[in-house]
């Protein structure tokens, strides 16, 4: 996948989850929020409570014991008590403590005598006034306890939404997928169109936001298909029609130029000549990249690879007596069979050896090197220095040295061939020991293309 492009289905499943945390998060704050106020209100609520209840009881408890100058400190009830928030003091107008709790000291208690509320550090008062204002009861409740009790409790929520929210991202991840599974499947049948494969697109189900698209790439196929069709037939047709007067041309100026005497006449009849055998091999090879096009690299037969290559080779050295073709065969020679289209598959490994013949260094051999896993390398010493990027030459009309007669569709022929027929065309070069660059074609024939026998 390209650095700027991104998965539709990942992206939803993130930004959904993201967005599912945010508003759990948000919403346990809320939670938390709303039940630390409603917490304070219950605890102020029993501290209020028990300072009330507390207050008779206390006045009465108090008038019944004897008159002493040190406050009264009201026993502990029960010795394995350890939980215990609330602590009060009974205080007289002045202040001074009168008696107090058991797990509380003597020493005064910082909230005024003043009849309700008050906090201060990590407790909460309330205090009640009795016998017209000259006796005080004041109750105080742990700050630290509510706390607790808060924290508690938001881990109490939290806690059930750890465990839920991945089982909601991974079920939110299912239905986007699942979603968007049309969108995917149509992606795929898109990208599988080219210019081999224009047949229009089929996919039932589609969603209505994206139904109409498979109607206007279909469309677009279909004028797409015919335009490419025209262009063929006007190709195929024309080198076709051409060739039999291009035939008879060539052969009348074959006799005219045997007829001429003089030298200079000989001369342009020989540069005529030239120029027609240039303009067949066009047609020729126009010819092979109407029929490449057409797809006749696709076939459900098999063939022996072996016994094609060594038909090729020598047919190409009885055609061209002149080459020196040298064959280096690695590995075992056992045959290897391929579902192949054996006039494609020869198109494709005539077009190399001409392309090395053509532009190859007079005198140098062109070596062919096949292994037994089905590549075939022919390789040649070149004239003229290359391009950085050899793989230009694939492309049409692309030649590396001008002054050599040639079309410049040969790799291109080839390099369309070899892909209908699941394989590669593999461009590269190399510097030799002595310093000549070596130009290579490899036909890379994928192995899961071979056949079993």
Not at 336 to 351: E, G, H, S, T, Y
């Amino acid at each position: 996948m390209r650095r700027n492009q991104y998965s539709l289905s990942g992206h939803l499943v993130l930004s959904i989850s993201v967005m599912l945390a945010i508003l759990w998060a948000v919403g346990v704050g809320l939670a938390i929020h709303v039940m630390r106020g409603e917490f304070d209100e219950v605890f102020d609520s029993g501290l209020q409570e028990t300072t009330e209840r507390l207050a008779p009881l206390v006045v009465d408890d108090f008038f019944r014991r004897d008159t002493v100058d040190e406050p009264y400190r009201i026993a502990q009830l029960r010795s394995d008590s350890t939980d215990e928030y609330l602590t009060y003091q009974v205080r007289d107008a002045s202040g001074r403590v009168l008696m107090h709790s058991h797990n509380v000291d003597a020493v005064p208690y910082p909230a005024p005598l003043v009849p309700g509320f008050w906090s201060e550090g990590d407790r909460r008062f309330f205090t009640v006034a009795t016998i017209k204002d000259t006796l005080f009861i004041q109750v105080a409740d742990s700050l630290e306890h509510r706390q607790e009790a808060t924290l508690e409790s938001a881990i109490a929520l939290l806690f059930p939404i750890l465990f839920l929210l991945p089982i909601a991202m991974l079920a939110t991840g299912w239905i986007v997928v699942r979603a968007t599974k049309p969108i995917d499947n149509l992606r795929v049948a898109i990208s599988a169109r080219d210019g081999a494969n224009l047949e229009p697109i089929n996919i039932a189900g589609l969603p209505a936001e994206i139904a109409t698209i498979p109607l206007s790439v279909n469309t677009l196929l279909g004028r797409l298909k015919l335009a490419m069709q025209a262009e063929r037939d006007l190709a195929a047709n024309s080198a076709h029609e051409l060739r039999t007067p291009l035939a008879g041309a060539l052969a009348q100026t074959e006799l005219l130029a045997g007829q001429l005497e003089r030298p200079s006449d000989k001369a342009r009849a020989d540069r005529v000549l030239e120029a027609l055998r240039r303009l067949s091999q066009m047609l020729e090879k126009l010819l092979q990249l109407s029929r490449a096009e057409a797809g006749i690299g696709l076939a459900d037969s098999v063939l022996d690879l072996w016994a094609l290559f060594d038909l090729l080779v020598e047919e190409f050295r009885r055609t061209n007596p002149s080459s020196q073709v040298e064959i280096v065969r690695k590995g075992s020679q056992a045959p290897i069979v391929r579902r192949l289209d054996p006039d494609a598959f020869a198109i494709a490994f005539n077009n190399i050896l001409e392309n090395a013949q053509r532009y190859g260094m007079p005198g140098h051999p062109i070596t062919i090197i096949h292994d037994p896993a089905g590549r075939i390398t022919v390789s040649n010493v070149v004239v003229d220095p290359l391009e950085p990027d050899v793989n230009i030459y694939r492309r049409r009309f692309r030649r590396g040295n001008s002054r050599a007669p040639g079309s410049g569709l040969g790799l291109a022929i080839v390099d369309t061939l070899m892909s209908q027929m699941g394989g590669a065309l593999v461009l590269g070069s190399r510097n030799a020991a002595n310093g000549d660059v070596v130009f290579e074609c490899t036909l890379d024939l994928d192995a899961s293309n071979a056949a079993t026998m």
